[in-house]
Each structure stands twice: as structure tokens, then as C-alpha cells.
């Protein structure tokens, strides 16, 4: 789905989110309510100044308060790869967008997000992966590294890779990997409105961070979830 | 050998190994790890790749006593797989920060060794550094401060950048990097022009300790001594940011200035100058002592909310 259609399918009714230098932002009516939504669209590589303007719009939301829910649509690059942005301390940037959203969804502004295109590394932790549910629809791309680049930094052949990223979901790019490991929640159906899947998201939200119990369920991150469990019962304070 | 009858407070943070960090960051003795290397909890992934690995997978996490206060500590060991996020390592550090909100401890401290995420594992390592940072939301919401150390070989990148990033406080040294894309990775994506890898006085200056504590993104510089981390740690435990609109406003503000202030500089020493250093040329060659009293001078590092 393109964002005009996502748009669309959620706010029937019309919606006041605009697309400006590959940044989304703004709202629309949603089941008596409002949707804020804020993003990434056109494959937009997200460097210092788009993840400033898009925590600014979250901040804006939570200063109005009223609980209403952030979605965060994303289709995008990685983190912009340039020395101007690591100069001004890019990291800082997209860890303020990352904060901002899980500031939001504490103080009750339910956060969903929605991968509909590609999205990888910096870009994809900072923006989707904050949220408290992830979704994604069909044909998305999340990626950590497309397998050329992981070839060229493990040194392994691409066809080998290639090979292995059949039945190797915890290193293989593509949406159904992100599935297997727990980052991605639910992959939303297409062909039906969007707008009651993503308020029966909203509704069904976990209280806690369940991310890596999905991982467990569905075999693509085995032991995560354990391991982190028995370092949690095992602390004690000296 | 020598290791055991030199002080482990005056050994070099960046040389010495993840262990021996914690050994002498904490006080004598006290530290007891979960999960250690007796337990070997390995990596599931990388006998796939053929690649060795270790028993506790180049992530150390425990409990321990900073100045006789109780603390939680997680340390990345750099020499292993450059202290990547897998899935077990990642695991380890969200299990412990998961433990904090109940046990209130004085601070959680990070000791930060990584070039991010280990690509083996990637969507594992990518997902648990989204977990993490839920995590140290949560335990700085809960009131306890979130301290990153960061000074080792790998320095703090890529997903690693970003935890550091959410961090309540951080303290850096000379030899700590923090940045989200590497040298390497910029020039193979964008070519040598727009970043030369071997040019180490450019990634220094670019990415390293010096810029990022002038520029406010971070709050200690430490000399590169266990003994000046343990201390930049006690100092910054006490003055963590609370987790909240107001802290995170003001970051808005800060991050928002950087970009009006600096957005058209092309390297770090512009930066500098306009920031009110007087030499900026021989910024990189200060001792900790002469660059603290440069930044007493220089309004804008004081300008710290994270």
C-alpha cells in the first residue's frame, strides 16, 4: 500500500497529515477521537533534522494531552550515512525521537507503529521499534543490512547468505523475519479497513514489553526471552 | 602478570578488558555476576557462520558497590565480535535493566564496547536494542539514573549510539567514540570523499570524547583511567535528569539550537571556535585537566538535558 492509500483506508472521513521532505505528520479523526500520525515516507534516509522535527510533533501531542494515540508509519532508509549529521551527533537525535515516543506512550498515548515500505538500522530502531506495537503490512522491507552489505562485512558469499537466509530468520532481512523474532506484532490485512485493525491494536496493547515472549513463540529469537528472565530473577542488590 | 600487582584504578580503560573494568570501577570485591561465564550461555547463531564463541557472549552483568552504594552493572567485552548485540548479550542487558525498577538501585551503569549490531544475529540484536531502550525508559521513570561509561576500543556505535543516546548521563573519553554510522560504513556507502576512514584525527574529532562532551552529548570527559570513570560515575549518578516533558522539551530546545548554531559547519573545529575556542587546532592535544578548564569557560556545556 502507498501512504495516500493507508491514509485513506484509515480516515474515511478525510485527515490533515501532510508529506514534506519525506516527513509525515499530522491528524485526523479516528473513533471519536484523534490519530496523530508522524513518519517516514518515500524511502527518506532519516538524518538530524527529520527526527528533530518528528520529535517535536510528538512533544506536541503529549503537550495537548487527551491520550491520543501516535501512530508511526514508516518507509524508510537507514539513518542518513553522512559526516555532517554524525558531526552534529546523530545519535543524540534519533535517540531524542525514540525517548520522545516512549515518554508519550507512558504518559497514555498509545503508540502503534506500521511499517508499509522498507526501513532499516538507526532510522528503524528510532521511529517503528519505539512503539509499544509494531505492525506491518504486506511487502514491507525492515531490514538491519540488506545481504550484500552483510556479505561484505562477514565475508561470507552473498550465495551462501542467500542460502542460509531461507531458514535463518534471526539474520535475514524482510518482514516476516521481523515477524519470527518478535519486533513486529501483527501484519495487518490489505484488503480490509485499516482503521478498525489498527484501534483493535490500540485496544489490545501489551502492558509490558511482550517482544521477546513472541520471539520465543514463534522460534525466531529461542532464547532471548529466557535469558533475560533468569538475569532479572538472578539480580539482587549487594 | 604484570596485571596482578598493578592497581586496577590506574590501568588504562581502554586496554583493559570488560572484567577488569568493573573490577575497578566497583568497590574491591564486591561485584557478583549473573549468568557468568560458568554457565555458558552461548550464542545459538554463530556456529551457522562457522565463528567461534564465548561463554557469556561479550556481555557481563551483575551487582555491585560504588561508594557503598548498591548499583547494577552491564559491561560489552570490545574483543569479542567488537562487542556486537547478539541475541544473548542483548538478552543479558534487558533482563538487568528489567530488574531495576524493582530493586531501586543507586544507578544502573552501562559500560559501553560496541560497533553495534552483530549482523550474524542482526534482527535479533536490532530488536533487543529497542528492547533495551524501552527498558531505560522505564528505569529512569522509575527514578534511577541510567549511567553510560563510554571509553573502550568499539567505542559506542551504531545501535549502541543510540542506547547512549537515552542514557540519563554519560562519561567519555579521549579514546570513546560515539556515533551512529561508523567511518567505514559512511565511506562505503558515500565514498572516501565524503569520509575518510584513515583519517584517524578526523574520526577523533568528528566522533570522539572532546566533540561530543563540547557539543553537549555528553557530561563528563574522563582521562583514560579506570580510576577517572569510576569517579565521573560517582559525580554523575547524583545529577541524572529525571525522565519526563520537561527533560525532554529542554532536549528538544538544545538539539534544535545545535542545528542553528552549527548545521552549516563542515568539521568539528568550526564548531569549536564558534562555541568560543580560542585554539581549536590544539583542542585534541589538551590533557583532561587543561580541557576542563577550557569547557569552565564555555557556557553551552552545561547545557545537558537527555
Redesign the interface.
Known amino acids: 500500500m502507498t501512504l495516500a492509500e493507508i491514509l485513506a483506508s484509515l480516515f474515511p472521513e478525510g485527515h490533515d497529515v501532510a508529506v514534506t521532505d519525506g516527513l509525515v505528520a499530522g491528524d485526523g479523526p479516528f473513533w471519536g477521537g484523534r490519530l496523530a500520525v508522524i513518519g517516514v515516507d518515500g524511502n527518506t534516509a532519516l538524518g ?2 527529520g527526527a ?1 522535527r518528528l ?2 510533533c510528538v ?1 506536541d501531542v ?2 495537548r494531552g487527551g491520550g491520543t494515540p501516535i501512530l508511526v508509519v514508516v518507509d524508510s532508509d537507514s ?1 542518513r ?16 525521537l ?3 515516543l ?2 508519550a506512550d ?2 497514555g498515548h498509545p503508540t502503534v507503529g506500521l511499517v508499509y515500505g522498507h526501513t532499516a ?2 532510522a ?3 521511529t517503528a ?2 512503539t509499544r506495537a509494531l505492525a506491518g503490512l504486506p511487502g514491507a522491507n525492515p ?3 540488506d545481504l550484500p ?2 556479505a ?3 565475508k ?1 558469499p552473498l550465495d551462501r547468505l542467500e542460502a ?1 537466509a531461507k531458514d ?5 532481512p524482510g518482514l516476516d ?2 515477524v519470527r ?3 513486529v506484532h501483527a501484519v495487518l490485512d490489505p484488503a480490509q479497513p485499516l482503521g478498525p485493525q489498527v484501534a483493535a491494536l490500540i485496544d489490545g496493547l501489551p502492558a509490558a ?1 511482550t ?2 515472549a513472541l ?1 520465543a513463540e514463534r522460534g ?6 529466557a ?12 | 602478570m604484570s596485571e596482578r600487582i598493578t592497581d586496577p584504578r590506574a590501568a588504562s580503560w581502554y586496554e583493559a578488558s570488560a572484567r577488569a573494568r568493573i573490577d575497578g570501577l566497583l568497590d574491591p570485591g564486591s561485584f557478583a555476576e549473573i549468568l557468568g561465564p560458568e554457565q555458558r550461555r552461548m550464542s545459538p547463531h554463530l556456529p551457522l557462520f562457522d565463528l567461534p564463541r564465548a561463554f557469556d557472549d561479550g556481555m557481563i552483568v551483575g551487582a555491585g558497590r560504588l561508594d557503598g552504594r548498591p548499583v547494577l552493572v552491564a559491561a560489552q567485552e570490545g574483543r569479542f565480535m567488537g562487542g556486537a548485540f547478539g541475541e544473548v548479550h542483548g538478552a543479558k542487558l534487558v533482563g538487568l535493566l528489567r530488574a531495576a525498577p524493582a530493586l531501586k538501585p543507586a544507578a544502573v551503569l552501562i559500560l559501553f564496547d560496541t560497533g553495534g549490531v552483530r549482523l550474524q544475529e542482526a534482527n535479533a540484536g536490532e530488536t533487543a536494542i529497542a528492547e533495551v531502550m524501552r527498558a531505560i525508559a522505564e528505569v529512569r521513570a522509575a527514578g534511577v539514573p541510567v549511567v553510560g561509561l563510554i571509553g573502550g576500543r568499539a567505542g559506542a556505535y551504531g545501535g549502541g549510539g543510540l542506547i547512549a543516546g537515552t542514557c540519563s548521563r554519560l562519561a567519555v573519553s579521549e579514546g570513546g567514540r560515539i556515533s551512529v554510522s561508523g567511518p567505514e560504513v559512511i565511506e562505503t556507502n558515500k565514498g572516501a570523499e565524503e569520509f575518510d576512514s584513515r583519517d584517524r584525527a578526523l574520526v577523533w574529532r568528528t566522533m570522539g570524547g572532546k566533540h561530543r562532551r563540547l557539543t553537549g552529548g555528553a557530561d563528563a570527559f574522563a582521562d583514560d583511567t579506570v580510576a577517572a570513570f569510576r569517579a565521573a560515575a560517582i559525580d554523575l549518578i547524583g545529577r541524572a535528569p529525571a525522565f519526563d516533558l520537561v527533560t525532554l522539551e529542554a532536549e528538544q530546545a538544545r538539539l534544535e539550537q545545535r542545528l542553528d548554531r552549527f548545521g552549516d559547519c563542515r568539521d568539528a573545529a568550526e564548531i569549536w571556535g564558534r562555541l568560543g575556542v580560542n585554539d581549536p587546532a590544539a583542542v585534541p592535544g589538551l590533557t583532561a585537566a587543561d580541557f576542563d578548564a577550557l569547557l569552565a569557560g564555555l557556557a553551552e556545556t552545561t547545557h545537558d538535558a537527555r
Request: net charge positive.
Open positions: 538530524v533534522e528533530c520529535a517535536g512533544l503529549v503537550r539513518q550515512m553522512s559526516r555532517r549529521d554524525e558531526l552534529l551527533g546523530l545519535n543524540e537525535y534519533l535517540a531524542h525514540a525517548k520522545c516512549l515518554l507512558r504518559g538500522a538507526g528503524f530502531i528510532a521499534l519505539a531490514s538491519v543490512m552489505s552483510v561484505r562485512v562477514t561470507l542460509m535463518t530468520p534471526v539474520f535475514a523475519n521481523m523474532t518478535g519486533a514489553d517482544r521477546d520471539g525466531g529469537r529461542p532464547v532471548a526471552q535469558i533475560a528472565a533468569e538475569v532479572a530473577r538472578g539480580a539482587r542488590l549487594g
